[in-house]
């Protein structure tokens, strides 16, 4: 008998706690039934939204009592959105209704469409709890109504695979040296940043250095940094790069473009980083023939004469070798003759002296 009147202390325990959490659950329901518990919501900006473009959802809880316990928001996953609670504390303020004194929470979070569509966020779950007077704190579950939003591609976005959404984007580049005067076995880093408002730094570009034969590549990994400034979200993107020159040559490091689109503007922009020059050592490129020297420069006319002249100077010698055994030696001479005054002739410059020499111009 003795285990039997513990089982039934229990059960009146369990059967007195559900008592009171359906009271309490009642009364929670009675406050918002009477209009002095409300959660109502909106978001900016409501229309013309791009993929990738930033939307602010938010979420208002205000009551005529006053908050006694922390406030808890169970965020909704849906396909092709990105939901995020950025904030960890929610903006308080207090208004008067009536004549009546309510406070205010203001919670907001940043939702980012990936893809073009039509996108309802389901009713959002709040968990607040407030002190309702005589009756206690009162801890209950708020739903916000649905929210309907579209995000569209504009025209001059039709043909782009990727751009940022952003009313504020800049792109940087800096290197740790001067880029001329480098020698074989110099180190030099290069830095890359992304800087835009209203996003979030995993969504900025990534950026990928070029491969160049003569030079090695030793990436960092980016480092992500998102900050706020009254309100102000401000994502950073940073991409270090150490370069070791191998060779001697000219290297181009080519020009990057990165597309914009300028929220505030409603305006497709493009930015660049703008290719960079290396020098090293002489200059001359890899695979590419050395600069010849200035004091051997030969003019066009001068080497395509010493090129006729040896091609006719092997002919003679190829002759002579044929023929000499089987000539006198007078006639020998003769043939070497003529073929002396032929090369003289053609190491001659290709005009006269004189361009018209009938006149007494140039005396």
Known sequence: MKWLGTRLRYALLILL??????????????LQADGRLQLTRSISPSENLVPGQKITLTLKVATDRWFSGGTRINIPEVPGLVILQ?????????ESRDGQSWV???????????????FTIPPIQVQVKVNAGEAG?????????????????????????????APA??????????????????????????????????????????????????????????????GQAVARRTQRISY?????????????EYLWWDTQRGELKLLSLPASEIVVGTG?????????????????????????????LAGMLWLARKWLPRLP???????????????????????????????????
């Open 244 to 256: 070791v020159v191998e060779g001697e040559g000219r290297y181009r490091l080519p020009e990057q």
């Open 137 to 165: 704190d009162l801890e209950g579950t708020l739903s916000s109504p649905a929210t309907r939003f579209s995000a569209t591609i504009p025209e001059p976005l039709a043909q782009a695979e990727q751009w940022v959404a």
């Open 86 to 94: 950025t904030e960890q504390f929610a903006s308080n303020a207090s």
């Open 284 to 312: 001359a490129s890899a695979g590419t023939p050395a600069a010849v020297p200035a004091s051997l420069d030969i003019a066009p006319r001068q080497l395509l004469a010493a090129l006729v002249g040896l091609v006719a």
């Open 169 to 230: 984007f800049e792109v940087s580049q800096n290197f740790d040296r001067a880029l001329e005067g480098l020698q074989v076995g110099d180190a030099f880093e290069r830095e890359i940043r992304f800087e835009a408002q209203d996003v979030m730094a995993m969504m900025l570009p990534a950026f990928s250095a070029e491969k160049l034969p003569g030079l090695a590549i030793y990436p960092s990994p980016p480092v992500l940094a998102n900050d706020s400034n009254r």
């Open 17 to 30: 706690a559900s008592s009171a959490f359906a009271t309490t659950a009642d009364e929670f329901e009675t």
């Open 104 to 118: 205010i929470q203001r919670w907001t979070l940043d939702v980012f469409p990936q893809q073009a569509g039509d």
């Open 329 to 363: 030696l007078a006639r020998a001479s003769a043939v070497l003759s003529r073929g002396w005054q032929q090369l003289n002739a053609l190491r001659r410059p290709a005009l006269p002296e004189r361009l018209n020499p009938g006149s007494n111009a140039g005396d």
